[in-house]
């Protein structure tokens, strides 16, 4: 996690709220999905973990008030990312095709799918997991077919006594005997910190 990472969540009440009135603002989405595009073939979800503004928003905001809960297998299963993959890209497309071609109307498409998100974010990660939403977000996804393999932790099983503290500060509830090849861990470097016997490392 980088030293800014904390303070990146405002960003996104900036382009959910000021988006309503200056719709520009809605083109910052661009930015970060061209930024993590750009990083995932090489770091893998890095990007969420470090720069992404949701999730930020997501660890150091709802992270205050949520429920802490076990986030569901399913919400992690294909069976729920392909159908979001494809109904937000749809929605995507379908209004930036129809929408007229006016900077701040496109710019307004991005700020509802900005609003649309953040609520959903805030359902799912008061009731459940701050980063619940992160389990099934399609821009998470595609970082993780994309970066498949990339900047993986390892894990040195001699020096680890199992207590489980890893496990306990992952925000993706990972599990450490996942944790060199899973495709959802975002980065973070939360485990390496916390782990007593330094057992993993990037
Ligand atoms: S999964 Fe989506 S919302 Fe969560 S940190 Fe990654 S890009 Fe951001
Ligand atoms: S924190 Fe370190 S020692 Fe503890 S279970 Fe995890 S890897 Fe093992
Ligand atoms: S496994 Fe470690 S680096 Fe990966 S998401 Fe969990 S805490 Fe962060």
Redesign the pocket.
């Known amino acids: 996690m980088l030293k800014i990472t904390p303070y990146l969540g405002i960003i996104i009440l900036i382009v959910s709220i000021g988006g309503l009135w200056f719709p520009k603002l809605g083109y910052f989405l661009l930015i970060v999905f061209a930024t993590?595009l750009a990083i995932a073939p090489f770091r893998g979800?890095w990007?969420?973990g470090n720069l992404?503004p949701?999730?930020s928003f997501n660890d150091f905001w709802l992270g205050k008030i949520t429920f802490k809960k076990n986030i569901p297998k399913f919400f992690r299963s294909l069976w729920l990312r392909i159908p979001v993959f494809i109904a937000m890209m749809g929605f995507m497309f379908f209004r930036l095709i129809t929408v007229e071609k006016l900077v701040d109307k496109i710019g307004m498409v991005f700020v509802i799918m900005c609003i649309v998100t953040t609520l959903i974010a805030i359902l799912f990660g008061i009731s459940i997991a701050p980063r619940t939403?992160?389990s099934f977000?399609p821009?998470?996804t595609v970082q993780n077919w994309l970066g498949k393999g990339k900047y993986t932790i390892k894990f040195d099983k001699s020096k680890c006594i199992d207590c489980g503290i890893c496990n306990k500060v992952c925000p993706m509830q990972l599990t450490v005997n996942q944790i060199t090849h899973n495709p959802d861990c975002?980065k973070c470097g939360r485990c390496i910190s916390a782990c007593p016997k330094k057992a993993l490392k990037f």
């Open positions: 993590l979800r990007f969420c992404c949701r999730g939403w992160c977000c821009m998470g975002i």
